[in-house]
């Protein structure tokens, strides 16, 4: 199960305008003779079955049943086509960006109006995309 990092969290809340399920509820519905259990976003809707081991005893803490609804949230520096996809989101929101190439290194620059973040360069796209946005992201709503 992948857990978002914290800069993915605020990018899919800030940038992507996503959901970031600051609550749940659990419901129990009943389909084809078995009884399922969901973990149910209180905000957007969202939901995910909740596995447990037939053998535990336990119960799931909170934190572990709001992990499930966590690992919803899609990552968003993992690679090109994921990058591309939010700085398109960045475009669509007013936000321009370009990229200077200096021995093999990438460096990333995300202006608008009078504000600029510049990331820290880096060999590969994905990450010198991740690394703008990290200052974009910290400096604006972190």
């Known amino acids: 199960m992948h857990m978002p990092s914290e800069l993915e969290i605020l990018i899919h809340e800030r940038i992507m305008d996503g959901c970031t399920h600051p609550g749940f509820v659990i419901e129990h519905k009943k389909e084809h003779g078995l009884m399922y259990e969901y973990v149910v976003c209180s905000k957007c809707g969202g939901r995910e079955p909740v596995y447990r081991s037939l053998s ?19 990552p968003h520096c993992l690679d090109n086509i994921t990058t591309r996809r939010v700085l398109r989101k960045l475009e669509s929101k007013g936000w ?12 990333f620059t995300i202006t608008r109006g009078g504000e600029s973040f510049v990331g820290k360069p880096s060999a590969t796209e ?3 995309v991740a690394n703008a946005l990290r200052e974009l992201v910290t400096a604006r709503w972190a």
């Open 96 to 107: 321009k960006w370009s990229y200077d190439q200096r021995d093999d290194r990438l460096q």
């Open 126 to 128: 994905h990450i010198a």
């Open 56 to 74: 535990s005893e336990r119960e799931l803490t909170e934190d572990e049943l709001l992990g499930h609804l966590k690992a919803r949230i899609p």
